[in-house]
């Protein structure tokens, strides 16, 4: 007995077909949408004593295809008040909740509208993650029934703005990691009752 060789024939159509369903989820218009190179960087400041915590793809600083994507969506996820340290960050079980729906939604949003998951930041007690889609009307339909449904995990909050320059995001993807730190702007903690 010799061994054995397992051989995959693709066509080029086939391959691209499944590059496509990774990047772009099923509502495909026809373009190949090819993602720049990930280059996470860690944001780690400290405005007036609350620790702003995040991590965001920089790679999306130069895009190219920014007006493809000219919708914002900021979704924030407010973290039980009895699960947070006393300044504002999560312990343990309430991280991992909040990655859990973090991970849920990179999941459903592509289902509604092609997007771009740029990155997220913990701050006074809110997870806030940004997402770039092409399609707002459809995805600001989606949330509205996601945020009516009984008993979710936990309460969440979103804004959809059109922002074809994506300049919400600007200043966490300019952060150079190797450069001296570069003061993030002041963020108000809110009181939580």
């Not at 989820?25 to 090819?34: F, N, Q, R, S």
């Not at 969506?73 to 300044?87: G, K, P």
């Amino acid at each position: 007995m010799g061994l054995r060789y397992s051989v995959f024939s693709f066509t080029l159509m086939e391959i691209l077909e499944r590059i496509k369903e990774v990047f772009t989820g099923p509502t495909w218009d026809g373009t190949l949408e090819i993602l720049p190179e990930s280059y996470v960087q860690v944001i780690d400041e400290s405005p007036d004593g609350f620790p702003l915590l995040g991590m965001f793809n920089s790679s999306y600083l130069n895009y190219r295809r920014k007006k493809l994507y000219p919708w914002c969506l900021r979704f924030t996820i407010h973290m039980q008040s009895t699960n947070l340290t006393e300044i504002g960050l999560p312990y343990d079980a309430e991280l991992r909740c909040s990655y859990r729906i973090e991970q849920l939604y990179m999941r459903l949003i592509p289902e509604v509208t092609p997007c771009h998951y740029l990155g997220h930041l913990m701050f006074d007690g809110k997870f806030t993650i940004w997402w770039y889609v092409r399609n707002g009307e459809l995805l600001r339909e989606f949330l509205r029934e996601e945020h009516n449904r009984p008993d979710p995990l936990r309460i969440f909050t979103y804004e959809i703005e059109f922002d074809h320059k994506w300049k919400d995001v600007q200043k966490f993807l300019e952060i150079d990691p190797y450069a001296p730190k570069k003061k993030l702007p002041r963020l108000k903690p809110t009181v939580m009752p």
